[in-house]
C-alpha cells in the first residue's frame, strides 16, 4: 500500500522535510516514488510547498497521507468558497 509522509533532510537541529510518496514498509528515509512537496518548520511561519494537482493524483490511486501529512494537507489547502446568494 502506498503511503504520503515525510522524510528528514537537512543537518543536525536543523531538518526539514520531503513530502513523499512510499510504500508503506519503506524505512523513513528509504526509497520512495516521488516527491510532491517540502516542508520546512524551522521558519516563522512553517513553509509547505505541495503540488497539489500530484497529491490528488495519488490520493486518487489510494495512497493514505500519513497523520502529520493529513494536517499539512489541511493547512495548505485553501477553504472551500461559499457562494454567496
Same mark, same amino acid.
Given at each position: ?9 537537512? =543537518? ?20 520512495? *516514488? ?20 500530484? *497529491?490528488?493524483?495519488?490520493? =486518487?490511486?489510494? =495512497?493514505?497521507?500519513?497523520?502529520? *501529512? ?11 468558497? *461559499?457562494?454567496?446568494?
Amino acid at each position: 500500500m502506498l503511503r504520503i509522509r515525510l522524510t528528514r533532510m537537512g =543537518a543536525k537541529k536543523k531538518p526539514f522535510y520531503r513530502v513523499v510518496v512510499t510504500e508503506q514498509r519503506q524505512t523513513r528515509d528509504g526509497s520512495f *516514488v516521488e516527491i510532491i512537496g517540502h516542508y520546512n518548520p524551522t521558519t516563522n511561519p512553517p513553509l509547505v510547498e505541495l503540488k497539489m494537482d500530484r *497529491v490528488r493524483h495519488w490520493l =486518487a490511486c489510494g =495512497a493514505q497521507p500519513s497523520d502529520t *501529512v493529513n494536517s499539512l494537507l489541511k493547512k495548505a489547502a485553501p477553504p472551500p468558497s *461559499v457562494a454567496a446568494g
